[in-house]
């Protein structure tokens, strides 16, 4: 068992996501790997990588989310955002000699799990709607995808356990979601809702 498994939870069903998803997960079990062995170079080395793999999947995260219209693209933007602000200051303070391996290592996890199983979510149902129109699938696969997206329990996680990505924004995301909710009842609507009843905004 590794420090972080993949579940299907986890799984958006969006190729290009998952996939950069489960780089990024595969790196936090390596850099878990290195700071055991007390592999103080290699784990430079993955903070680095992690950082630089982590900012690539922002973008293109971020640019099918424009693409397909998503309505609160500005807002996960500026999760993302935070996230690598973080990542980087944990960084800096190892620079400067201290220990973060575990610090580090418990905010990837937390972070991860949630941002992949609950925000990343959120543009599920319009990035699906966008690729259908894109012809690269129908619509009914868009449809099943997003199901299948939504069909496995989530696990909670405690928000405390992450208080310095949550702030307004996340609030706001969380209004927007609700109004959104009173949406026609077609799967994708259906989807949304099922968003919202996670009250993963705080
Ligand atoms: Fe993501
Ligand atoms: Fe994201």
Same mark, same amino acid.
């Given at each position: 068992m590794s420090y972080f498994d993949w579940t299907p939870d986890l799984d958006t069903h969006i190729e290009l996501v998952d996939e950069q998803h489960k780089i990024l997960v595969r790196c936090i079990n390596e850099l878990h790997e290195a700071n055991q062995r007390k592999d103080f170079e290699a784990e430079g080395k993955i903070i680095e990588d992690l950082i630089r793999y982590t900012v690539e999947h922002f973008s293109d995260e971020e640019k099918l989310m424009d693409d397909a219209g998503y309505p609160l693209s500005k807002q996960h933007k500026q999760i993302h955002q935070r996230f690598v602000d973080k990542v980087r200051e944990i960084q800096q303070k190892r620079r400067e000699g201290e220990d973060i391996g575990q610090e580090l290592l418990g905010i990837l996890h937390n972070w991860l799990f949630t941002h992949i199983s609950h925000h990343d979510k959120g543009f599920i149902p319009a990035v699906q709607k966008y690729l259908a129109a894109k012809s690269s699938y129908d619509e009914l696969e868009a449809e099943a995808a997003v199901r299948a997206a939504f069909q496995n329990p989530r696990r909670t996680q405690n928000p405390a356990a992450f208080p310095a990505f949550i702030d307004d924004d996340t609030a706001a995301v969380n209004q927007s979601e609700n109004n959104n909710?009173? +949406?026609? +009842?077609d799967i994708f609507s259906k989807a949304r809702q099922n968003i919202k009843n996670l009250k993963i905004w705080r």
């Open positions: 909710a009173q +949406e026609s +009842e």
